[in-house]
């Protein structure tokens, strides 16, 4: 995507991220469903991102279709991005699976209680994605046009037999659409929603010298406390530092170095 696209993708998630504490599997699976039909119909495609229709009358199209046949949560998200401006008719069905997709890493990492369910999503992928790429036949398999969505994913998950559910519901969707791509590297873009869904859990410090254990014990309670969950902390030493520590967790960071003080400093007196 870009431009434009990005702008709306990003919008999307942004309103996606206020329910997704309380979804369930089950919206992203309906996610899946309403991309599945859209790639089914290319003039249905042009109809809901057709720039030169109002975004009511779009949102209106989108509703009239899937109001009732799914949830509406599902209904309220297609709406949305019926409404919204893109660049290519395809740019709306890869928004609608990258929603699909983050709403079930999103559960995961709810009902396993954060980062280590989001680990054993992703190693859960992982497994799928090793056991295929160690074998020819389970490749073409996957891939046989004769053979049924049903089929290629039933499978799938014998190949996978331990896998958490929203591992199944994102393996399933990979061979069953996987939209132009091999289902492994469809598999792999779901691993990388996982790894930016993690970034939420780690926070990589950077201090000029070595903490001692008092140390990291009273700053992993007080980031703890200031993000309001069990982070995972990873300690870079960078002696040109000078002084202070330097934290990133996710796109923010908080940094209380000396050069960054001393830096404002200057800004403020040459201002």
Known sequence: ????????????????????????????????????????????????????????????????????????DAESVVASLAASRWAKPRDIGDALETLGATVAVAV????????????????????????????????????????????????????????????????QQAVSNPRGLKPTALVERFVELVAERQERWIAYVTVSRPFSQQQLDRLQAGLDGLYGRNLKITVDIDRQLVGGVRVKVGDEVIDASVITRLGELRRQLAG
Do not use: C, Y
């Open 108 to 171: 995961a990492e709810r009902d396993a209680g954060g980062l280590g369910g989001l680990e054993g999503l992703e190693n859960d992928l992982f497994t799928f994605n090793q056991v295929v790429g160690g074998s020819h036949d389970l490749q073409r398999a996957l891939v046989e046009p004769q053979a049924s969505d049903e089929a290629k994913g039933a499978l799938a998950l014998k190949l996978v037999p331990r896998a958490g559910e929203a591992a199944k519901v994102l393996i």
């Open 1 to 72: 995507m870009a431009g434009v696209s990005d702008e709306s993708l990003a919008a999307a998630k942004e309103r996606l991220a206020a329910v997704l504490p309380n979804v369930t599997l089950r919206l992203a699976e309906e996610l899946f469903g309403v991309l599945g039909t859209l790639d089914s119909s290319a003039g249905l495609r042009r109809s809901m991102t057709d720039p030169s229709r109002p975004g009511k009358d779009k949102e209106a199209l989108a509703r009239r279709l899937f109001s009732g046949k799914v949830s509406a």
